[in-house]
């Protein structure tokens, strides 16, 4: 279930405009872009099908049933849509059975944000199954709240996982910084007004206006965060 929508104190700080921290989860925080592309390979192996390495650019960061659809369609493979989801979560969670790699800086962030009180919220277009799975390695502690992508009516690209964290972390989109490695997830946090942290993963991301792009979260702090805020309020 998602968290309950929490009442937030969002002064995090005298004079600083920033009120929360919107992580997205998957090439993000932990190392995992990887994994879901073995798991589609492995499960596309099994129906008769090889995936072209194209494919691949096509379907990271997005929602699971985009994704999914989109190999459906481009293999030809005979399997209904539920099903190949059913299927792709259940094996991506038995590859990362035990501990998810976290991408260099992750943990030192997220421990920063915590130590500081500052409003956090994990927003993922994976779904909740995986979503509690890959908690158990980040530390649910970390998170006011949690956003999976089965959760919401529209998920990325679209912007309402954003939206939603906002309201129930009590914070206005345009005060809060969104941290994400896809141009899907980019797309999303835009769409709803948030200023954005770009760390590519696997597809280059440019930069634009309210969007910053760095070469990893080790480039990335609580005083950077506030920079990006307090420098349009």
């Known amino acids: 279930m998602t968290s309950s929508i929490p009442a937030v104190d969002t002064r995090t700080a005298e004079g600083s405009a920033l009120q929360a921290v919107l992580l997205d989860m998957d090439g993000t925080l932990v190392d995992t872009e990887g994994i879901w592309w073995d798991a ?105 709240l949690t956003v999976a992508g089965d959760e919401v009516e529209r998920t990325k690209p679209h912007p309402d996982p954003y939206l939603f964290a906002a309201v129930g972390l009590a914070a206005e989109p345009g005060r809060c910084v969104v941290i994400e490695d896809t141009d899907t997830g980019v797309r999303a946090a835009e769409a709803a007004g948030c200023r954005v942290v770009a760390v590519p993963s696997v597809v280059p991301i440019e930069p634009a206006a309210g969007r910053t792009v760095v070469g990893s979260l080790e480039e990335v702090d609580l005083s950077f965060l506030r920079t990006l805020v307090t420098a349009v309020h």
Do not use: K
């Open 40 to 144: 589609e390979v492995a499960i596309f192996a099994e129906l008769g099908h090889a995936l072209a390495e194209e494919y691949r650019h096509v379907v990271v960061g997005g929602p699971m049933s985009r994704s999914a659809q989109f190999l459906i369609e481009a293999t030809g493979a005979e399997i209904a849509l539920a099903e190949l989801t059913g299927l792709l979560n259940s094996r991506f969670t038995e590859l990362i059975d035990g501990s998810v790699p976290m991408l260099p800086g992750a943990r030192r962030l997220l421990t920063e944000l915590a130590a500081q009180s500052i409003p956090t919220a994990l927003v993922s277009a994976s779904h909740r199954r995986v979503m509690d799975r890959v908690l158990r390695s980040l530390g649910p502690e970390h998170f006011t």
